[in-house]
């Protein structure tokens, strides 16, 4: 589903943009808008639920407990109120299922910008060398891996897949050969060869795993020399890899720290990225009663996650998207923060502030005047 979507919806939103704008940094940022337009809907179903939930539940907690406590030797009677206690406030899963609907198209999104022309694309084939007189029992299943669509002109792409007839369990001694091809089987050599600039985007070849196990040509034949596992990667540029956007220097560039020297463009990303997820959370609170833990956590949570991705590899593209899409997210919690609340969940959200507010005036100290304070008590001064 995720390869369907990715081909048949993203990349021809892609192209169209593109096609407006002659640059793939501008078309990464107006996808990202118009999926996160596309999926309001059900995004605005979590924050709706989300926030509801936040004031609903102290008191849900509390009832569930009374019921639990009151029927707990009659179960129907049990789960008749608990069910009523539900159509009153509403499911803590209702957020959940506009998530679960919208993952599909998101990882669609993701593994997009994670491919061509965004980035160059890796073909991983993972083999099995047996010894020579134990191939013979096995009994050949044909593998391919995933398809990807692989941008040789701007407007010019077609999905290729790696190909092993004969499967990645193969004998020592033997030899085969791994076949990039279209869908329909065209060779992919021959299909690039119908374009002027196809010579770029030649796959490379290399062992990722195994080097003394195997041995690969530049066609993709594989040389089997001992028993073991190993891996072949065949890897084809990015149309747009190398190409820059604003402060970017490279779409496709992966990692903070490479080579001894740091990508300031991708901490940069990264940094927006924790901002801008704090910002959401900082938005998501708006209004609410003070949670000393939430705020904690608040806090802790963007920073424990863009410190992960310093350190995880991602493609300079794939965090500008999720900057933008954190942007849209902080936006559509903001105006979502000033929807009006049923009357039964603002009656709870203003009792819970009044008492914030008793309970923060109990522990203001009381000022005493000098005609109150005991005789060895110090004055105030004046």
Not at 279 to 292: D, H, T, Y
Not at 342 to 355: F, V
Request: aromatic share 8%; charged share 15%; hydrophobic share 45%.
């Amino acid at each position: 589903m995720i390869g369907y979507i990715s081909d048949n919806l993203l990349i021809p939103i892609l192209d169209f943009f593109y096609g407006l704008v002659p640059s793939y940094g501008l078309a990464i940022v107006a996808l990202t808008i118009v999926i996160r337009l596309a999926l309001f809907p059900l995004s605005a179903g979590s924050i709706r639920s989300a926030r509801r939930m936040k004031i609903a539940q102290p008191v849900m907690q509390k009832r569930q407990a009374e019921i639990k406590s009151r029927y707990a030797n009659n179960p129907q009677k049990q789960q008749e109120e608990l069910g009523k206690l539900m159509g009153e406030f509403g499911s803590p899963l209702a957020g959940c299922l506009p998530l679960l609907v919208q993952m599909p198209i998101l990882f669609a999104l993701f593994a997009t910008l994670r491919g061509s022309p965004f980035a160059d694309v890796p073909y991983l084939v993972n083999l099995k060398i047996l010894p020579s007189d134990q191939i013979a029992a096995i009994e050949p299943k044909p593998f391919k891996t995933a398809k990807h669509s692989i941008f040789i002109t701007e407007k010019d792409h077609f999905p290729v897949i790696a190909s092993l007839p004969g499967g990645t369990k193969i004998g020592a001694g033997d030899t085969v050969n791994i076949s990039l091809q279209t869908p329909n089987g065209e060779s992919y050599n021959k299909a690039i060869s119908r374009y002027e600039e196809g010579k770029k985007f030649t796959p490379n070849w290399r062992v990722a795993k195994g080097e003394g196990l195997v041995k690969v040509t530049s066609d993709g034949t594989v040389n089997a020399i001992a028993p073991g596992d190993a891996t072949i990667e065949a890897k084809i540029p990015g149309l747009a890899a190398k190409s820059g956007f604003l402060f970017i220097k490279a779409l496709g560039q992966v990692g903070f720290y490479v080579n001894g020297s740091i990508n300031w463009d991708i901490a940069i990303l990264v940094g927006g990225f924790g901002l801008t997820l704090l910002l959401s959370q900082i938005l998501s609170s708006q209004g609410m009663p003070a949670n000393p833990q939430q705020s904690t956590a608040n806090k802790i949570t963007p920073i424990m996650i863009t410190g992960m991705f310093l350190f995880f590899p991602l493609p300079a593209g794939v965090l500008l998207y999720m900057v933008i899409a954190n942007i849209f997210q902080a936006l559509q919690t903001f105006l979502l923060s000033k929807e009006a609340l049923p009357d039964n969940l603002q009656k709870i959200l203003d009792d819970q502030l009044a008492q914030q507010s008793k309970t923060a005036l109990a522990s203001t100290p009381a000022i005493i005047s000098d005609s109150e304070r005991l005789p060895f008590e110090p004055k105030s001064k004046k």
